[in-house]
């Protein structure tokens, strides 16, 4: 099946500074990305949708200068969580569409960030 | 704003037995509903995925059902099995694109 990574899996960072996570789609081509914010003991909540050569769409409440998404390619989707706070440490998870109609999508196994 | 609901929070049962997961949405107007499983600390699994025009959907030991025009879904799991163990999660669609989840059931079979 299709599979969809995220890089890194684990990152701990100081406050103040910003990470980077990218999430890549390996065998298939995703038009459209979503990423996923998951606190401790909270379900899954959808962040933003990430369209390739265009701007993301953010949910509401979702400071869209702080959570930066760039879909460059086809395969490539990366999320900078600008001057990163305690409060932004949480589970990171993308997933992927297959651009050619497949209604499955497909989830990456997530980032988790600490920021300290 | 769709909002999705499971019932139990959580739930623990000893091996062999079958059980069902319970999930609720307010706006029927969906596209797609799907089941996935969560082990601590890791991403998603999807477990099975069900067209806003079928009723249920079928694979190995479970069987998901969906009534859309009561806002409804269950998934029912036969003979469980300690491996079962996990967070279930249930997602809407709207459009087949973006989810919005459930608040899961985390699950104990135990030996």
């Known amino acids: ?116 | 704003k769709q909002e999705v609901t499971q019932i139990p929070a959580a739930l623990s049962v000893p091996e062999g037995e079958n059980l069902v997961l319970n999930c609720s949405f307010t706006d029927s107007a969906i596209y797609n509903l799907q089941w996935f499983r969560q082990d601590p600390g890791k991403g998603l699994t999807s477990l099975l995925l069900i067209q806003s025009s079928q009723r249920e959907q079928t694979s190995g030991r479970l069987n998901a059902s969906l009534d859309k025009s009561s806002g409804r879904s269950t998934l029912y799991i036969a003979a469980s099995q300690p491996g079962d163990s996990a967070t279930y999660l249930c997602a809407v669609s709207p459009t087949g694109n973006q989810f919005y989840f459930g608040t899961g059931t985390s699950l104990t079979v135990i030996p």
């Open chain 1, 1 to 116: 099946g299709a599979v969809v990574s995220q890089h890194p899996s684990w990152v701990i960072c100081k406050s103040g500074t910003s990470v980077k996570i990218e999430c890549r789609s390996l065998d298939f081509q995703a038009t459209t990305m979503f990423w996923y914010r998951q606190f401790p003991k909270q379900s899954l909540m959808l962040m933003a949708t990430s369209n390739e050569g265009s701007k993301a769409t953010y949910e509401q409440g979702v400071e869209k200068d702080k959570f930066l998404i760039n879909h460059a390619s086809l395969t490539l989707s990366t999320l900078t969580v600008t001057s990163a706070h305690p409060e932004d440490s949480s589970f990171y998870i993308c997933s992927a569409r297959d651009g050619t109609g497949e209604e499955t999508q497909y989830f990456g196994p997530g980032t988790r960030l600490l920021v300290l």
